[in-house]
């Protein structure tokens, strides 16, 4: 399985609502539930209205689709990381997943990962 390291630094933020999130910005993830409105977006581009937010994240993304009978994709990745005590924020979308590591966590997950038989582009 192959990994795309991305560039850009993420905040994981919670919102008061949409009305600020920047939709036209190329990585935007959004949920809502009942009790909030969160929000994972580049830093730069953290809406006013954000009411907790915890920036210094970077962002690995499953190469290719991934159909949504593969079991214990994510399972092996988190316990890999697990065991290294590196935690991970999950991100899953309808083709793929991203796997969220803190700033100071990522090249030493990467190695992880890479050790473990992963490759990056």
Known sequence: MKFQKLKQ??????VS???HVDFTQEFI???KTDDEISLVCE???TPPNTTECEAGWKALKISGILDFGMIGVIAKISNLLAEAKISVFVISTYNTDYILLKSENFDRGTQVL???GYEFF
């Open 9 to 14: 630094n993420f905040s994981v933020c919670k």
């Open 114 to 116: 890479l050790q473990n």
């Open 43 to 45: 830093t730069e581009h």
């Open 29 to 31: 993830f959004l949920s």
């Open 17 to 19: 609502s949409t009305a």
